[in-house]
């Protein structure tokens, strides 16, 4: 765990890791900006569990510290034309969970297929598949939400953390009974760069590659239960 976290991050001054209990750990850093890259990384995971981070404070026990909450980037479908103002990925984000920050790259001027939200949501509630929205006076519609690096999600109860197979519901239920309205499609689609032959004369947004990266860097996580 520690040498698979250490090579994720590799921080630059370097990290120092306890374990406090089973399945607890105290991450020491030793500068700011390792700090930083590593909360603005999350989700990290380590065996398709997600590492869970919580930044302490002064005078923090590291047993009291609830850790519940997980930042991750959702890429938002299926928005109309009148909604592409930073408002809306702020609404969105509360909804979803607690708005973070929206990406940077959103309002550009290139067209994205979707928008990208940061958000900090409670492990312990099923993700949110979609959102009805509206102008006022306008017809309602569905957007829907991809979620960024998650590695483990219960398609039948939406928690991330374990698989469908382990999930306690399942021996609640009888067979028949069993609906799966979670699916491996609320996962975003990793992002490769793709280089053709005639990319040389093609034009891309030039946040394109900034964008891809960010993407595919991060790992998959899921809860830490
Ligand atoms: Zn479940």
């Given at each position: 765990?520690?040498?698979?976290?250490?090579?994720?991050?590799?921080?630059?001054?370097?990290?120092?890791?306890?374990?406090?209990?089973?399945?607890?750990?105290?991450?020491?850093?030793?500068?700011?900006?390792?700090?930083?890259?590593?909360l603005?990384?999350s989700?990290?995971?380590?065996?398709?569990?997600?590492l869970i981070i919580s930044?302490?404070?002064?005078?923090?026990?590291?047993?009291?510290?609830?850790?519940?909450?997980?930042?991750?980037?959702?890429?938002?479908?299926?928005?109309?034309?009148?909604?592409?103002?930073?408002?809306?990925?702020?609404?969105?984000?509360?909804?979803?969970?607690?708005?973070?920050?929206?990406?940077?790259?959103?309002?550009?001027?290139?067209?994205?297929?979707?928008?990208?939200?940061?958000?900090?949501?409670?492990?312990?509630?099923?993700?949110?598949?979609?959102?009805?929205?509206?102008?006022?006076?306008?017809?309602?519609?569905?957007?829907?939400?991809?979620?960024?690096?998650?590695?483990?999600?219960?398609?039948?109860?939406?928690?991330?953390?374990?698989?469908?197979?382990?999930?306690?519901?399942?021996?609640?239920?009888?067979?028949?009974?069993?609906?799966?309205?979670?699916?491996?499609?609320?996962?975003?689609?990793?992002?490769?760069?793709?280089?053709?032959?005639?990319?040389?004369?093609?034009?891309?947004?030039?946040?394109?590659?900034?964008?891809?990266?960010?993407?595919?860097?991060?790992?998959?996580?899921?809860?830490?239960?």
């Amino acid at each position: 765990m520690k040498q698979t976290f250490a090579a994720l991050w590799r921080p630059g001054k370097g990290v120092y890791v306890r374990e406090i209990e089973p399945n607890l750990y105290l991450f020491q850093f030793y500068h700011e900006l390792d700090i930083k890259r590593v909360l603005e990384g999350s989700p990290w995971s380590s065996n398709r569990k997600a590492l869970i981070i919580s930044r302490m404070k002064e005078g923090d026990v590291p047993r009291n510290i609830s850790l519940n909450k997980l930042e991750l980037w959702v890429q938002v479908y299926d928005l109309r034309v009148g909604f592409m103002s930073e408002r809306v990925p702020k609404e969105i984000g509360n909804y979803i969970g607690s708005f973070v920050e929206s990406c940077s790259k959103n309002f550009t001027g290139t067209w994205w297929e979707y928008l990208r939200v940061r958000v900090s949501i409670d492990v312990t509630q099923p993700l949110k598949r979609k959102m009805k929205i509206r102008q006022s006076g306008a017809e309602w519609f569905w957007i829907n939400f991809k979620y960024e690096n998650v590695r483990t999600l219960c398609f039948i109860c939406g928690i991330m953390g374990h698989s469908e197979k382990f999930g306690s519901r399942l021996f609640e239920m009888a067979i028949y009974e069993i609906t799966k309205p979670y699916g491996a499609w609320m996962r975003a689609p990793l992002r490769h760069k793709i280089h053709h032959i005639g990319s040389k004369w093609l034009r891309e947004g030039e946040e394109v590659g900034d964008r891809n990266t960010a993407a595919s860097e991060g790992v998959g996580k899921s809860t830490a239960a």
